[in-house]
């Protein structure tokens, strides 16, 4: 009798099981069926996981990668595949993706996973939509636009990146990576809270954000331990901190208008950001957190790239080098950077757009289809994941010469607004401190061409998985060569 009940019991099991199993299977496959003749070529590879590790095999960030050039031979730019658990239409092709950038809030939304969202919060800029969104981007474009050009935070961002060299002259050796991290954590930290490097929150915030940033490429699994809780838990705990510091501000400034007092007031992002009506208490903490994650990381990223195409580069180096020291001969000894030096480094501004364009800071973005979207031949179901993939426009033969080649020369006579280079995103969630990110990479390039040679110490590659990185830290031997610089100067 037992024998019985035990087989039937794995039986009834099996059977769900096998229904559980068949509805996932539909589910997976139900939508290649769905106005097949319509829908762009591909295919969706496994149940759940589709082709998704395929399309995340990390691969330099100068490159395609085998899945991009498997799948535009066989299908063409613009092909289907099932990505992030979603069916996914994947845009290799400049035009559709200028189109799905240009139609945000209208045919196209973001849409981020899981992770994202779960980490940053639904206030970020990042993952927000609609009012939300438009009324975070305006505060950061009001703030940029009153910043970037101040005396104070030029010469903050200056003396930053002095100390980081200085702290080189008896090295043989530096971690780039890391050292393009401290630079611009302690840039980002200053410019927004006000803070400096020795005070206490200062340490505080960076260790919380560090195990933030482990977080962004980890599953969502809110499991003590794991990557992706401690992420969220470090999220509060930089809330509360940033929190702290505003209510400290708020304080003081009351303060300071109740004694009449006429103490100098910070010219941080803070600052402003207190007077600003039109955000609510948490989308201000949230628009701090946007700013130090957008600061920190992306602006690291694009020095070192810059730093690394520039090493296997001599001829951009010694152009370069020429442009920075004919800057430097117009201005008296120790005399800070303003807004007219960086104006006139235009072989810089070549060089950064060159690093940004061969070696992709963001790959692509996530998107969603607001409603059925008939594009040329194609249709976009509605609901279905949309990606523009930027690395596939950026190094496409037919858009751009040579496309495979560092060629800084090439900006010379390029509109750096066109179409075919979106290296900051584009429409209405193009980013909004992109300016600030290429400030501080042209001031740290003045001091450290004229001031260091350097050779990549083996042959570290930027690799896109997603997120571009490094995986050695890129390692530099590097040399002063300071006096050298002077005699030319003089």
Known sequence: MAEFVSFWLLLLVSMILAFVLGLIILNHNLPLFLRLSHVPKGT??????????????????????????????RYGKVFKSHLFFTPTVVSCDAELNYFILQNEGKLFQCSYPKTIPGILGNLSMLVAVGDTHRRLRNAALSLVTITKSKPEFLNDIENFAIQILDSWKDKPQVIFCEEARKFTFNVIVKQVLGLTPEEPETTKILKDFLTFMKGLISLPLYIPGTPYARAVKARRRISSTVKAIIEKRRRRSSNNNTA???EKKNSDFLEILLCVDTLSEDEKVSFVLDSLLGGYETTSLLMALVVHFLGQSPTALEQLKLEHQTIRSMKQNNEHLNWEDYKKMDFTQNVINEALRYGNVVKFVHRKALKD??????????GWKVLPVFTAVHLDPSLHANAFQFHPWRWENQDQTCKKFTPFGGGSRCCPGSELAKVEVAFFLHHLVQNFRWRNQDEDQP??????EFKRGLVLNVECCSDEAENKQH
């Open 44 to 73: 969706f590879g496994l149940p759940l996981l589709g082709e998704t590790l395929s399309f995340l095999k990390p691969h330099s960030s100068n490159s395609l990668g085998t899945f991009l050039q498997d799948h535009c031979s």
């Open 373 to 382: 979207v008939k594009y040329r031949d194609y249709l976009i179901p509605s």
């Open 260 to 262: 009449d007092n006429s």
């Open 463 to 468: 690799i896109a998985y997603p997120y571009v």
